[in-house]
């Protein structure tokens, strides 16, 4: 196990904010202001004397969908990890989504696999079920209250440097501001972030100057969501089961869906997503909706009896990628990019809102570090590159694995012992709480994956599924 990687991954895990430390940046902008683009404005605020988040959209709504963000209205799981990075940079954050109507709900015996609930893991974790827009606005109105954060309305069109560093960003006013006509102009920074998400335009601007572009790797990962919200006549105090998460195994007969996820969100409803692999499109009308969640765990049932509320949403995505900024050799100083601009995988791993708290966390402990910010930002990428790469071992593990199945491809042989030994923990977590705390503290990105690689951990899995009645499939 590499242990440094472990403990430098934990470190990122457990950062808080700095208290009273020294100011660095005169004016600090953020490009992108959606989870990600907020969560660098919050590290920044206690580091620049101001920080300006430039973002195209009209923000002003706290429900509905936006153009930039055209995720927003499926299914968005805010794994543990994220939701202690924004108690402690946030606090109060997940209080004022209760108030607001939505869910705390206790992960036990939510998760199900081929029918079979997990074994408890102790933990008493418990997830935050809230719609998207919900959350980016409970945090949008709390950072942007901060004295020294703002909002520019427009679009970032590219930067500007002086020796070798950032030293502004063009933006279009015009273009996302809705005043009519363009309206250009320059925003001196010394410190810029990228949180423009999976198509930010940042490797066009640096190779357009001159610079080395990230290297982008790509993996393909097509799924297919459907989501729809029901209303939820019932409290959530009332129900037996207030959510679930049922995964399926390949081979299990589950009317073209891998994963289902049901979370009881505000305003009294309960937003519901279907996902298939590949040429599977589950659930694209409401009555196939309905059908489908009939053969589910009976809380999709429940869910999907109530009045539908607006249409189905499907989403298509095609793969996973990401970019590594730690190879570029010519890049501009005072310069750092977060978020889906970096990496984002596949969603049904649930990864992208914890990974922008985590990026938010390097650069942190970037800044805290005293860096030359006369160079590039190579310490903060290669911390980020730690956090990157666990969150891709655990997706692009798996998608690999599925592809390479699909297509009969022969694996090397410790892959093969790697992918067996991670079949053995996954179907230990039905019979083995000890089991499941490991595993779930992975899937969570509470903990490294090279956590996973422990021989005491896979022996009992192994003698766990020994004895265990096998599940189907
Ligand atoms: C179908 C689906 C389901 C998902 N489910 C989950 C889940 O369950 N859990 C989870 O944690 N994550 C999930 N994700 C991932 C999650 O949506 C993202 O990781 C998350 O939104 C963070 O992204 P971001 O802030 O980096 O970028 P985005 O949310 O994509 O935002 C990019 C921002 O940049 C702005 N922008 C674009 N161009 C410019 C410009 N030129 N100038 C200035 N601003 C610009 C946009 O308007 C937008 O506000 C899911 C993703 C998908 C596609």
Redesign the pocket.
């Known amino acids: 196990m590499t242990e440094s990687m472990v403990s430098r991954y934990e470190k990122l895990v457990h950062a808080g904010p700095p208290g009273d430390v020294p100011v660095l940046f005169d004016t600090a902008c953020v ?9 660098a404005a919050r590290v920044l605020s206690d580091r620049a004397r101001r920080v300006v988040v ?4 009209d ?1 002003s709504a706290e429900t509905g969908s ?7 209205q ?6 543990p990890v ?1 939701q202690r990075w924004l108690e402690r940079w946030v606090p109060g954050t997940t209080r004022q989504a209760q108030d607001r109507g939505a869910s705390l709900v206790a992960d036990q015996g939510t998760t199900v696999i081929n029918g079979v609930p997990q074994a408890p893991d102790g933990e008493g974790h418990h997830l935050l079920a809230v719609g ?1 827009p919900l959350l ?1 606005a409970l945090l949008r109105n709390r950072i942007t209250s901060l004295p020294n954060v703002s909002v520019l309305r ?4 590219g930067l500007q440097y002086r020796d070798d560093a950032v030293s502004g960003v063009r ?1 279009d006013a015009g273009a ?1 501001g809705g005043q009519g006509g363009r309206s250009e102009g320059v925003l001196d920074a010394d410190f810029v972030v990228d ?7 940042l490797s066009n601007w640096l190779k357009g100057s001159g610079y080395d572009q990230p290297r982008i790797e790509r993996l393909e990962a097509p ?1 297919n ?1 459907a ?1 729809a919200r029901f209303a939820r006549p019932a409290k959530v105090a009332d129900l037996e089961t207030p959510g679930a998460l049922a995964l399926f195994t390949p081979e299990y007969p589950s009317s073209g869906v891998s994963v289902a ?1 049901v979370q009881p969100i505000e305003g009294r409803q309960w937003i519901v997503m279907l996902m298939g692999y590949g040429d599977s499109r589950p659930g694209r009308t409401i009555g196939e909706f309905r059908e489908i969640c009939t053969k589910l765990p009976p809380v999709f049932a429940t869910a999907t009896a109530g009045a539908v509320i607006g249409d189905v949403m499907t ?1 298509h ?1 095609a793969e996973s990628r990401r970019r590594d900024f730690t190879g570029a050799v010519r890049f501009p100083a005072r310069l750092v990019s ?5 990496a ?2 596949n ?10 708290a985590l990026h938010a966390s390097c650069l942190a402990s970037y800044l805290a570090d005293g860096p030359d910010l006369g160079t590039a930002a190579r310490e903060f990428f290669r911390l980020q590159q730690v956090v990157v790469d666990a969150a891709w071992a655990v997706s692009a593990g798996g998608d690999a694995a599925r592809l390479d199945a699909l297509h009969g491809t022969e694996v090397p042989d410790d892959v093969r012992q790697q992918r067996w030994a991670m079949e053995q923990i996954a179907a230990a977590t039905l019979v083995d709480g000890d089991v499941t705390r490991a595993f779930n503290s992975v899937s969570y990105m509470l903990r490294h994956p090279a956590t996973l690689a422990d021989p005491a951990l896979l022996a009992k899995a192994v003698a766990a599924n020994g004895t265990a009645a096998p599940v189907a499939g």
């Open positions: 490009l992108g202001g959606s989870i990600a683009g907020l969560m430039i973002e195209p959209d923000t936006r153009p930039g963000v055209p995720q927003d499926q299914v968005h799981t805010l794994l994220g998207r980016e427009g679009h970032a069109t933006y996302g949180a423009m998400g999976r198509s930010s335009r799924v969501y989501t996820a989403y995505q977060v978020g889906d601009a970096v984002s995988f969603p049904i791993y649930g990864q992208g809102l914890s990974s922008a």
